[in-house]
């Protein structure tokens, strides 16, 4: 299952948070852009599956946004934030190709509506995070080695909620030197979980006697993306089967 990157750019806050809230239930990673030219920046450096954007924005407003970066927008389909006083704004958008408008306040049904034909989804390919909340399980191999396993999927609350049960785990005992990692698929379709993965095994760096080298994570999407994780520093050093 794909997750989806989308581009948010809205320079209110309260906005911003209830879109991001609304999408990252799902299987959506969101990238926000507090106003048109930051958002035209990340434009020039990365590709995105859909852009929502607000008319109304400092230094840059939406339209000028989507005219300016019509050559890095392409085909992406373009959801515009509107309120009920845009109307000449609208009738300019309809021009800039924009592809669908969404008036404020957002609600999750909106935005799903709005998103499912634009990105062609059918209900099958929308994950709902909630029904497949993260689980840990922990297992002592033998009185030096760990096995803790992944299940379910890490939505933004659970940032650091791995490592604090693995530490309750521990409980303190420092015979533990080898950790072995398995992580169902489930997990990976957060647009953070390779941050989430990251942050945790650093703790376990910082924190407790097991280095990164004696380390072992079972999950057949590492294993496909491995040369890629370079930039992660303790992904990239322990051993991936």
């Not at 450096?45 to 970066?69: A, S």
């Amino acid at each position: 299952m794909k997750v989806f990157h989308v581009l948010l750019a809205e320079d209110d806050s309260s906005n911003a948070g209830i879109v991001i809230n609304l999408l990252e239930r799902y299987n959506f990673a969101v990238t926000h852009a507090q106003d048109g030219m930051l958002a035209l920046s990340k434009l020039r450096t990365k590709e995105y599956d859909l852009i929502i954007c607000d008319i109304m924005m400092p230094h840059m407003d939406g339209l000028t946004l989507i005219e300016k970066g019509k050559d890095y927008i392409k085909h992406t389909p373009v959801i515009m934030l509107t309120s009920a006083g845009d109307k000449d704004m609208i009738v300019r958008a309809a021009h800039s190709g924009v592809s669908a408008y969404l008036l404020k306040p957002v609600t999750s049904v909106s935005l799903l509506e709005k998103i499912q034909p634009l990105l062609k989804l059918t209900p099958e390919m929308i994950f709902d995070k909630k029904l497949f909340p993260l689980t840990l399980t922990f297992n002592s191999k033998s009185v030096s080695e760990i096995e803790m396993k992944i299940v379910g999927c890490p939505w933004r609350k659970d940032k650091g909620q791995i490592f604090e049960q693995f530490s309750h785990f521990l409980a303190g005992r420092a015979t533990f030197t080898d950790l072995k990692i398995i992580i169902d698929t489930d997990y990976f379709l957060d647009g953070k979980a390779l941050i989430i993965l990251e942050d945790f095994l650093s703790s376990v760096a910082k924190k407790t006697n097991i280095r990164s080298k004696n380390i072992q994570i079972e999950s057949g999407v590492l294993k496909k993306i491995k040369p890629s994780l370079k930039e992660y520093e303790c992904l990239k050093d322990v051993f991936i089967i």
